[in-house]
């Protein structure tokens, strides 16, 4: 309508009502923003010949209203959707223009006739520029014959909870002759895996432990713990090979 930095005088309204051609029914509109000019098209208005120019929409051609001989006045956008709602819609084939009807009435949406030319005088441009560019070609000789590239990939390891149960039940040879099917404890113990297995900063993986009836107060077992810590400082003293085994297997965990 208007370039963004160019002022246009307009006066404000209220209290304008339209209806359609054919119909009664008032729609009353929202603030009303008057120009001097609006770039209309007069040749984009249907008519009923624009109905009659296609088949899927000839029947509707009488319920067209005919083109005034006036200016275009008034344009109604999307902040009065009561006037744009679709009530009915008759569709064609694809890229054919389509009907559809309004509390205002008929209308149709596309070009008017398929043998018609319709020119649009204020959105169409008349003149085409085209400049040729030939792309600099390097002689072969300075053209890089091998190309190295590096694929990176990051590979995450997923641990799933039967993988878990698998793991735990390989120590035992006498679950390989039971049956495949899991006890109502399994399915107990695959329930709490998944909702609390976690994958750590560390990039460790920390489970809950299954209890049966929630979490047990646990005796305090520091003194037992500190007792297994001495037997084993006197064990590393006394088997210099069991302290050096030891010692080589803490210092390559990560």
Known sequence: ?????????????????????????????????????IPANRDHIPTPETAKAWPHLEHLANEIAPQQSCDVGLLIGYNCPQALVPRQVVSGEENQPFAQRTDLGWSVVGYGNPCLDYGDAIGVSHQVIVKQVMPGLQSSSNLTSEV???????????????????????????????????????????????????????????????????????????????????????????????????????????
């Open 1 to 37: 309508m208007a370039s963004r930095n160019i002022v246009v005088s307009c006066r404000k309204l209220t209290g304008l009502q339209v209806r359609g051609f054919y119909s009664d029914k008032i729609i009353p509109l929202p603030v009303t923003y008057s120009r001097e000019f």
């Open 148 to 254: 190295h590239y590096v694929c990176r990939t990051q590979i995450k390891e997923v641990v799933l909870p039967a993988d878990v149960i698998k793991v735990l039940e390989s120590d035992f040879v006498e679950r390989a002759s039971e049956d495949s099917h899991m006890s109502q404890e399994d399915l107990l113990f695959l329930s709490k895996m998944e909702k609390g297995i976690r994958l750590k900063d560390d990039g460790h993986y920390e489970m809950p432990l299954p209890f049966k009836k929630g979490r047990p107060n646990l005796p305090d077992n520091k003194v037992c713990a500190i007792h297994r810590l001495r037997c084993l400082e006197r064990k590393l003293k006394r088997n210099k090979q069991y302290h050096k085994d030891y010692k080589t297997f803490m210092d390559e965990r990560p």
